[in-house]
């Protein structure tokens, strides 16, 4: 089998880091058990170990300091066909512990690979929950105030079915790896290495004294049977198998013909109040009454009452894969605040694309046609606009129609908020284009 190393961004580490070790051995690993980049996931954390993803030609996913784990188990659930190979450094496992705990008590089949160097090399080499009480380090003494942290003792205490503890310099971590991937639950691999920029300066470690030091400590090989049991996932699917839905699920079942039978891409660009994203939410639903499929991504900042308010629709005749909006064929531009969070969506917009701007908005360049409303004008408030919007859509018939709308209205709305509602469908009907 071929490596599955990224040609284009070989591994790039300081000069002797045990890293570069660990990644030509992962590869190896890889190779030995006929691996295809398809079928492998690498989910990294933070820190230098954060950079596997790139140096492999495999999916990848990087995440937040700590919480690559629980990453890791919602692609493993989503796709249960993949290798899921997590890379994190002993800094993101002292920050995230209590995800290591949930996993060694889930037995999810995942691999964690933590590359232990003893320090936060990346940040300037502070102490870490495996750093020697007696290591000399960036932080002064408070290594001294902790004990280090027996990441084996650990997670074969928490429930995990293989823990393995090794040097980076082992001639037979290949198959030590190899063992692990192939393992059906949660397996941990403590590699010990050398950080020769910030640890090793003050704390010289040759391979041979970090392998010395492993071999002082309690043995850990793999297979931890007191733990071995059924993995989660398939064991909770065949137990979700046998419940029976407590609330009947209805579903939404279409009652109109689709307006349009390509796929359509819709961005409203607003800001804070001007119900951005529950007019998108109308408009999928519309959408789903026609049997169209549909997905929506809201943006918004956390203030809340302030700021841009950004929805992504997708409409489509077909299955969603992904949901990230590349050509829009739709863009509602209702206030500067969302145009300039999404000013790139402009430019992506092709030829036969169309765009309702909101009189006073500036836009960019674009290939799209531009329909300007005066929504004022038309006595139409703020927080009217982008429902209004979905009336001019419906107007034209693409993506919905008038009676989609209507449907979509009554199914969200009662009484009062439903009458005003149907009253801003009304003006918008007498606002000219």
Same mark, same amino acid.
């Given at each position: 089998?071929?490596?599955?190393?990224?040609?284009?961004?070989?591994?790039?580490?300081?000069?002797?880091?045990?890293?570069?070790?660990?990644?030509?051995?992962?590869?190896?690993?890889?190779?030995?058990?006929?691996?295809?980049?398809?079928?492998?996931?690498?989910?990294?954390?933070?820190?230098?170990?954060?950079?596997?993803?790139?140096?492999?030609?495999?999916? !990848?996913?990087?995440?937040?300091?700590?919480?690559?784990?629980? +990453?890791?188990?919602?692609?493993?659930?989503?796709?249960?066909?993949?290798?899921?190979?997590?890379?994190?450094?002993?800094?993101?496992?002292?920050?995230?512990?209590?995800?290591?705990?949930?996993?060694?008590?889930?037995?999810?089949?995942?691999?964690?690979?933590?590359?232990?160097?003893?320090?936060?090399?990346?940040?300037?080499?502070?102490?870490?929950?495996?750093?020697?009480?007696?290591?000399?380090?960036?932080?002064?003494?408070?290594?001294?105030?902790?004990?280090?942290?027996?990441?084996?003792?650990?997670?074969?205490?928490?429930?995990?079915?293989?823990?393995?503890?090794?040097?980076?310099?082992?001639?037979?971590?290949?198959?030590?790896?190899?063992?692990?991937?192939?393992?059906?639950?949660?397996?941990?691999?403590?590699?010990?290495?050398?950080?020769?920029?910030? +640890?090793?300066?003050?704390?010289?470690?040759?391979?041979?004294?970090?392998?010395?030091?492993?071999?002082?400590?309690?043995?850990?090989?793999?297979?931890?049977?007191?733990?071995?049991?059924?993995?989660?996932?398939?064991?909770?699917?065949?137990?979700?198998?046998?419940?029976?839905?407590?609330?009947?699920?209805?579903?939404?079942?279409?009652?109109?013909?689709?307006?349009?039978?390509?796929?359509?891409?819709?961005?409203?660009?607003?800001?804070?109040?001007?119900?951005?994203?529950?007019?998108?939410?109308?408009?999928?639903? !519309?959408?789903?009454?026609?049997?169209?499929?549909?997905?929506?991504?809201?943006? +918004?900042?956390?203030?809340?009452?302030?700021?841009?308010?950004?929805?992504?629709?997708?409409?489509?005749?077909?299955?969603?894969?992904?949901?990230?909006?590349?050509?829009?064929?739709?863009?509602?531009?209702?206030?500067?605040?969302?145009?300039?969070?999404?000013?790139?969506?402009?430019?992506?917009?092709?030829?036969?694309?169309?765009?309702?701007?909101?009189?006073?908005?500036?836009?960019?360049?674009? !290939?799209?046609?531009?329909?300007?409303?005066?929504?004022?004008?038309?006595?139409?408030?703020?927080?009217?606009?982008?429902? !209004?919007?979905?009336?001019?859509?419906?107007?034209?018939?693409?993506?919905?129609?008038?009676?989609?709308?209507?449907?979509?209205?009554?199914?969200?709305?009662?009484?009062?908020?439903?009458?005003?509602?149907?009253?801003?469908?009304?003006?918008?009907?007498?606002?000219?284009?």
């Amino acid at each position: 089998m071929d490596s599955l190393l990224n040609p284009d961004r070989p591994p790039v580490f300081c000069p002797g880091c045990s890293h570069d070790r660990s990644v030509q051995v992962l590869d190896r690993a890889l190779q030995k058990m006929g691996l295809a980049g398809s079928e492998v996931v690498i989910v990294s954390d933070i820190g230098c170990s954060g950079l596997f993803d790139t140096f492999f030609n495999t999916h !990848a996913f990087h995440g937040l300091h700590g919480r690559a784990l629980t +990453y890791a188990a919602g692609i493993k659930l989503a796709q249960p066909g993949l290798k899921v190979i997590v890379t994190m450094g002993d800094g993101g496992l002292g920050i995230g512990g209590a995800h290591l705990l949930a996993a060694c008590r889930r037995n999810l089949d995942l691999t964690l690979l933590v590359l232990n160097n003893f320090n936060f090399g990346m940040t300037g080499g502070q102490f870490s929950c495996t750093t020697p009480e007696n290591a000399s380090v960036s932080s002064s003494f408070l290594n001294t105030l902790e004990k280090p942290f027996d990441l084996c003792h650990v997670a074969a205490g928490a429930g995990a079915p293989f823990v393995a503890r090794s040097s980076v310099y082992r001639k037979n971590l290949p198959e030590l790896l190899q063992e692990a991937i192939s393992f059906e639950g949660f397996a941990v691999v403590d590699i010990w290495g050398g950080c020769p920029a910030r +640890y090793m300066k003050k704390n010289p470690l040759s391979p041979k004294e970090i392998e010395s030091a492993i071999e002082k400590l309690p043995s850990y090989e793999g297979v931890v049977s007191a733990n071995v049991r059924r993995e989660y996932s398939s064991h909770y699917r065949q137990e979700a198998g046998k419940e029976k839905a407590k609330v009947p699920w209805k579903g939404t079942e279409p009652i109109f013909e689709a307006a349009v039978r390509e796929r359509r891409e819709v961005v409203f660009l607003g800001s804070a109040g001007q119900r951005v994203i529950t007019a998108g939410s109308l408009l999928a639903r !519309a959408a789903l009454l026609s049997g169209m499929n549909v997905s929506q991504k809201n943006d +918004y900042n956390i203030t809340v009452m302030r700021g841009p308010s950004v929805t992504e629709l997708i409409l489509s005749p077909r299955a969603i894969t992904y949901t990230g909006v590349e050509h829009p064929r739709i863009i509602i531009a209702l206030a500067d605040e969302g145009v300039q969070r999404c000013c790139t969506l402009f430019e992506k917009m092709r030829k036969g694309g169309r765009i309702i701007q909101a009189a006073g908005v500036e836009i960019p360049a674009t !290939a799209g046609q531009i329909l300007e409303i005066d929504f004022k004008a038309g006595g139409i408030k703020k927080k009217e606009m982008a429902l !209004a919007a979905c009336s001019l859509l419906a107007r034209d018939g693409d993506p919905i129609t008038a009676e989609m709308l209507e449907e979509a209205l009554k199914q969200t709305f009662q009484g009062k908020r439903l009458e005003e509602a149907r009253l801003v469908l009304e003006k918008a009907a007498t606002i000219p284009v």
